[in-house]
Nanobody, 121 residues
Framework: QVQLVESGGGLVQAGGSLRLSCAAS????????MGWYRQAPGKQREQRELVASITSGGTTMYADSVKGRFTISRDNAKNTMSLHMNSLKPEDTAVYLCHLKHRPSVWYDYWGQGTQVTVSS
C-alpha cells in the first residue's frame, strides 16, 4: 500500500506563487511516475486534469495551460515531489491531487487527499 500526503496549498493573488509538496510512503516500486492532477470547482472526479508528471527517471510532462509557469521536481531518495507554481491565474483555482502509479506486477495507482489552491483576481 502507498500513502500520499500533499501540503502547501492556500490562497494567493493572481500573479503570485505557491509551492506544493507530496510525500509518498509505503512500498513503492523504484520505477514509477508521480504527478499532479487538479479538479476545478464543480467538476467531477472523472474530469480531473493532469497538470504535470515526472517519472523516476526524470522525464517531465506539462499540460499546455501551465507550460512555462509550473515546474515539477522530485527527490527519489526521499520519495517526495514538488510543484512550483508561478504567475498563477484565477483559472488555476482547484483542488490539486498528488498521484503515483507503479507496476510491481500490474499497474497500481494511488491518490492523495488533495490540497486547495485558490487564486484571487
Amino acid at each position: 500500500q502507498v500513502q500520499l500526503v500533499e501540503s502547501g496549498g492556500g490562497l494567493v493573488q493572481a500573479g503570485g506563487s505557491l509551492r506544493l509538496s507530496c510525500a509518498a510512503s509505503g512500498t513503492i516500486f523504484s520505477i514509477n511516475t508521480m504527478g499532479w492532477y487538479r479538479q476545478a470547482p464543480g467538476k467531477q472526479r472523472e474530469q480531473r486534469e493532469l497538470v504535470a508528471s515526472i517519472t523516476s527517471g526524470g522525464t517531465t510532462m506539462y499540460a499546455d495551460s501551465v507550460k512555462g509557469r509550473f515546474t515539477i521536481s522530485r527527490d527519489n531518495a526521499k520519495n517526495t515531489m514538488s510543484l512550483h507554481m508561478n504567475s498563477l491565474k484565477p483559472e488555476d483555482t482547484a483542488v490539486y491531487l498528488c498521484h503515483l502509479k507503479h507496476r510491481p506486477s500490474v499497474w497500481y495507482d494511488y491518490w492523495g487527499q488533495g490540497t486547495q489552491v485558490t487564486v484571487s483576481s
